[in-house]
Nanobody, 121 residues
Framework: QVQLVESGGGLVQPGESLRLSCAAS????????MGWYRQAPGKERELVAT???????NYVDSVKGRFTISRDNAKNTVYLQMNNLKPDDTAVYYC???????????????WGQGTQVTVSS
């Protein structure tokens, strides 16, 4: 069993900041990429940012320069620092991890339960 537990969402005003965290736990052998996705009402889930085990990052264009993804491999935790938040950033944010469990030969994707981020004045 694997659990991805997210925290850090909330209600903020435009221009403010939030930091999301996601900790993976369970019989984890290794974690490849970790990332954050978001889904706004009436829209499809979209990739926000990803980071590989080696620290290579990727961002959707709309958050470049404002969001920073990082990870602590020793804690199996990924973070998303969100600065200068805008109303368009309002969504449920989901943590994702592509990881391999002990006694498994392949890696699979796992998801957190989601955390709400609302940006409104």
């Amino acid at each position: 069993q694997v659990q991805l537990v997210e925290s850090g969402g909330g209600l903020v005003q435009p221009g403010e900041s939030l930091r999301l965290s996601c900790a993976a736990s369970g019989r984890i052998f290794s974690i490849n990429s970790m990332g954050w996705y978001r889904q706004a009402p009436g829209k499809e889930r979209e990739l926000v940012a990803t980071i590989t085990s080696g620290g290579i990052t990727n961002y959707v264009d709309s958050v470049k320069g404002r969001f920073t993804i990082s990870r602590d491999n020793a804690k199996n935790t990924v973070y998303l620092q969100m600065n200068n938040l805008k109303p368009d950033d309002t969504a449920v944010y989901y943590c994702n991890a592509n990881l391999r469990l002990y006694l498994r030969l392949t890696s699979d994707d796992y998801w957190g339960q989601g955390t709400q981020v609302t940006v409104s004045s």
